[in-house]
């Protein structure tokens, strides 16, 4: 197909890789890692506010978060995640990409230290706003999704983009790791402090005044990574893609792109005006032109993220759960509140290393030769076999000489997950849609797995219940149990599967290609057919 490119927007797409794409997936990627940090931190601490809050005395076993409440800190910043993701998405693509990478920033630092300075004269009260400020904390960090993504795919090189989106995305990891090893050096440097009884010994002296310090700053250390980012995340020129085919100012474009790349530059004044009247850059996301183009595409990148989410949450938010079923964390009674935390952040951060972090960086690694549709239909189907793996002799993994085996299966599909549809769903929403839509149909995708998320975080408090209503956890009605919900997780994987037969393969393209925005009046029809045809 003919194609008319813009010389500043070509140079970008064959540029060798430079320092620039390290410093822009370093301070892309730290809003990642901060955003990571702080969403996955709370599971390590709410059995600790549990204790805190709703020990009853005299009570045989130490207080946990009723299920209303447990539902809401853990969900809460999901929530506003999600509304995040749609807003600052949209915005990002009215605003441009660089005016509102600040603002999300500057929520996201405001609040992780309100998080910890979360304060009530009840128990409800303390938790009521902790979730008000991890509401808009989530907000924040909802904002960095499209405008992160879009960011790095505008700035990239077409041969690299996919490493170098999966690289932003990989920091997410690394956050899950230091939410882990944060939490182990402030719980052990407390519990050597102050050295109490188990809960079985003594409930009352098992859990130390000084504990309540401890959710607080594992909470409120959210806040470093992201401040300091803020100074670079300012200094960051808006992206080409948006200055010259959304803003249509060409010689601000070549400007800016002359100092990245240090390189001389043509303003094409003319062709960008040019490129902007063309019919291909003229539909809206609501018109019947963007459904007939990208809609099967929106619907493969939204659904295939609502499934993954509804498993990748479900496990992550709660895998301290599983690890008590299986005896890997020991039972409450024989711990102190301090140590818990301890033993529960070993664990998570256990598989963090193990499989989490290295199934990222896998992805990094192949990405741009294996392809992002190959990868996800592998991660989504290894990810199916792994559940039922687990579920379908799930008693057997509970007995005492298997927990090994256990951990390592349960390990692969994090692995997975991760070297798959986690980093894939990503990648592909900052591709494939137009640059004055980029920002906001990203948004909307990864709303879409939020949404998810929001499913497997509240569904699985309940779904995991003991069929048993004498073994539940205290406030939950019966459920299904850890094995069918184990079985439900791996039928959801496999019908992500089936929907990421909608995703289109972007790998070795230009955006312009994939969008369709450079291409010429006759080449219309064509592109249309394409952006209807799903992979095979």
């Known amino acids: 197909m003919a194609r008319e490119q813009l010389a500043v927007l070509n140079a970008l797409d064959v540029a060798k890789t430079q320092w620039y794409h390290f410093t822009t997936i370093v301070i892309a990627g730290m809003g990642f890692f901060t955003d990571a940090y702080d969403l996955f931190c709370i599971s390590l601490v709410t059995k600790l506010l549990g204790r805190i809050y709703y020990t009853k005395p005299g009570a045989p076993k130490p207080g946990t978060l009723p299920p209303n409440v447990a539902a809401a800190v853990n969900g809460v910043a999901l929530c506003g995640t999600l509304a995040g993701q749609l807003f600052f998405g949209w915005l990002g693509d009215k605003l441009g990409r660089k ?260 199934g990222y960086w896998f992805t990094v690694l192949f990405i741009d030769y294996l392809g992002r549709f190959f990868i996800q239909m592998m991660g989504f189907f290894f990810m199916t076999v792994f559940m039922f793996a687990i579920a379908i002799p799930y008693h057997h993994w509970t007995l005492k000489p298997n927990r090994i085996g256990f951990v390592v299966m349960y390990s692969l599909t994090f692995f997975f997950a991760n070297f798959g549809p986690n980093a894939t769903t990503f990648v592909v929403p900052a591709e494939i849609f137009p640059a004055r839509l980029r920002s906001t149909c990203h948004g909307i995708s990864a709303a879409a797995g939020k949404a998810g998320a929001i499913i497997g975080a509240f569904g699985f408090l309940y779904a995991a219940q003991n069929t048993d209503p004498k073994k539940t956890d205290a406030g939950y009605p019966p459920g299904i149990g850890v094995k069918w919900s184990l079985v439900v997780l791996g039928i959801i994987n496999f019908i992500g599967m089936a929907f990421t037969l909608l995703v289109p393969e972007s790998k070795g393209k230009s955006l312009e290609e994939l969008s369709g925005e450079n291409a010429d009046d006759n080449d219309e029809e064509m592109q249309s057919a394409s952006a209807r045809t799903p992979p095979v």
């Open 99 to 358: 005016k509102v990478y600040g603002i999300t920033l500057i929520l996201m630092i405001i609040c992780s230290l309100a998080s910890g300075l979360s304060f009530g004269s009840t128990a409800n009260g303390t938790m009521a706003t902790l979730c008000f400020f991890r509401f808009w904390l989530g907000f924040g960090i909802g904002g960095d999704y499209p405008l992160s993504a879009t960011i790095m795919s505008e700035y990239a090189n077409k041969k690299t983009r996919g490493r170098f989106i999966a690289a932003v995305f990989a920091m997410q990891g690394f956050g899950i790791l230091a939410g882990g090893f944060v939490a182990l050096i402030v719980s052990a440097a407390f519990d050597h402090k102050f050295k109490t009884p188990t809960y079985h010994d003594n409930p009352v002296a098992s859990l130390a005044p000084q504990a309540d310090y401890i959710w607080r700053i594992i909470l409120m250390f959210g806040a470093i990574p992201a401040a300091l980012t803020f100074y670079w995340r300012m200094k960051m020129p808006e992206t080409a893609r948006y200055t010259a085919l959304v803003a249509k100012n060409a010689k601000l474009a070549a400007a800016d792109m002359s100092k990245v790349l240090n390189l001389e530059l043509e303003v094409e004044e003319e062709k960008v005006q040019r490129i902007a009247q063309k019919p291909s850059n003229s539909f809206g996301l609501f018109s019947k032109e963007f459904a007939k183009r990208h809609g099967l595409h929106l619907l493969g990148t939204t659904s295939t993220w609502f499934l993954l989410d509804i498993a990748f949450y479900s496990q992550n938010l709660f895998q301290k759960d599983i690890f008590s079923a299986i005896n890997w964390i020991p039972p409450a009674t024989t711990m102190n509140a301090i140590h818990e935390v301890f033993q529960i952040s070993k664990a998570q951060t256990l598989i963090a290393l193990c499989s989490t972090v290295p």
